[in-house]
T-cell receptor
Framework: DADVTQTPRNRITKTGKRIMLECSQT?????MYWYRQDPGLGLRLIYY???????NKGEISDGYSVSRQAQAKFSLSLESAIPNQTALYFC????????????????FGPGTRLTVL | QKEVEQDPGPLSVPEGAIVSLNCTYS??????FMWYRQYSRKGPELLMY????GNKEDGRFTAQVDKSSKYISLFIRDSQPSDSATYLC????????????FGKGTKLSVIP
């Protein structure tokens, strides 16, 4: 079973609709992230959460909101979707504990392809 | 100016070729440099990381960082069709830093 899962994998919606993308993880990690990926722009951080009560805005949070329902679940919402939110969305997780000799890897889910018409 | 610049390609090479993928960065605080590999319709996965300047080798892959010129490289020897993917460079100021700054990614195709 995948360690980081995202639902749905694909979604087509219309302008103005509310959309929720969900992420679940079985890695036991404290930190969770939402990114969007656009051609020519790379991966950009939308929101990140260090634990259930600690949620922070990333580089491009406008138009998005998140909810950390449990350590293992982190949802991304588009309250009123617009066409320029058409993108690939990735959830990622990482461990809070860091060994001085190693890098704290982020593990990515398979992504959700969202199209806003 | 984006903090990590990467030529998006695409790059097409014959099987067995040596591939060189490169990035430049502007933030002197970056200490950790990563290469993520992303297959089509999949999420990125960490391929290698390097701390500060120097080389790191893992099988056919070598990551190289030159902090004096702010240059990040990934070399792939004896490239295989299974190496066809998008390669993303990334940088971070600390081992536990939540903030990864990604390049745009280079799409590589290895032709049999």
């Amino acid at each position: 079973d995948a360690d980081v899962t995202q639902t749905p994998r694909n979604r087509i919606t219309k302008t103005g609709k509310r959309i929720m993308l969900e992420c679940s993880q079985t890695k036991g990690h404290d930190r969770m992230y939402w990114y969007r990926q656009d051609p020519g722009l790379g991966l950009r951080l939308i929101y990140y959460s260090f634990d259930v009560k600690d949620i922070n805005k990333g580089e491009i949070s406008d138009g998005y909101s998140v909810s950390r329902q449990a350590q293992a679940k982190f949802s991304l919402s588009l309250e009123s979707a617009i066409p320029n939110q058409t993108a690939l969305y990735f959830c990622a997780t990482s461990d809070l504990r860091v060994s001085p000799s190693s890098y704290n890897e982020q593990f990515f889910g398979p992504g959700t392809r969202l199209t806003v018409l | 100016q984006k903090e990590v610049e990467q030529d998006p390609g695409p790059l097409s090479v014959p099987e067995g070729a040596i591939v060189s993928l490169n990035c430049t960065y502007s933030n002197s605080a970056f200490q950790y440099f990563m290469w993520y590999r992303q297959y089509s319709r999949k999420g990125p996965e960490l391929l290698m990381y390097t701390y500060s300047s120097g080389n790191k080798e893992d099988g056919r892959f070598t990551a190289q960082v030159d902090k004096s010129s702010k240059y990040i490289s990934l070399f792939i020897r004896d490239s295989q069709p299974s190496d066809s993917a998008t390669y993303l460079c990334a940088a971070s100021s600390g081992a536990g830093s939540y903030q990864l700054t990604f390049g745009k990614g280079t799409k590589l195709s290895v032709i049999p």
